[in-house]
């Protein structure tokens, strides 16, 4: 059973930093892209930024360009995004997202992972 969990939500104020984790655990042979997604109440998920297998190809929403960077360590199988200068319109739960390359029944497979998500609330 493979799973995503994240990490690191909190409650901070304006210009602000958080740095939130998502590890991911179970029968895994490779981890490709992995990504961040967002929901505010009331609005739809959106993407804030993906990195590729390799760390090579890293993509970032116009919104947090600049401000968030995302990184991975491949032997910890954890992908981490670090937000800096948070504003309040940066609340929301956060997600983590990943394409995971696993063992089971004899065979490899491959399936998207969704996290239980994380608060991150901007706030004074």
């Known amino acids: 059973q493979v799973q995503l969990v994240e990490s690191g939500g909190d409650l901070v104020q304006p210009g602000g930093s958080l740095r939130l984790s998502c590890a991911a655990s179970g029968s895994i042979f490779s981890i490709k892209d992995m990504g961040w997604y967002r929901q505010a109440p009331g609005k739809q998920r959106e993407l804030v930024t993906t990195i590729s297998g390799s760390g090579g190809h890293i993509n970032y929403s116009n919104s947090v360009k600049g401000r968030f960077t995302v990184s991975r360590d491949n032997a910890k199988n954890t992908v981490y995004l670090q937000m800096n200068s948070l504003k309040p319109e940066d609340t929301a739960v956060y997600y983590c997202?990943?394409?995971?390359?696993?063992?089971?029944?004899?065979?490899?497979?491959?399936?998207?992972?969704w996290g239980q998500g994380t608060q991150v609330t901007v706030s004074s």
């Open positions: 997202n990943a394409d995971i390359v696993y063992y089971s029944g004899g065979s490899y497979k491959s399936s998207n992972y």
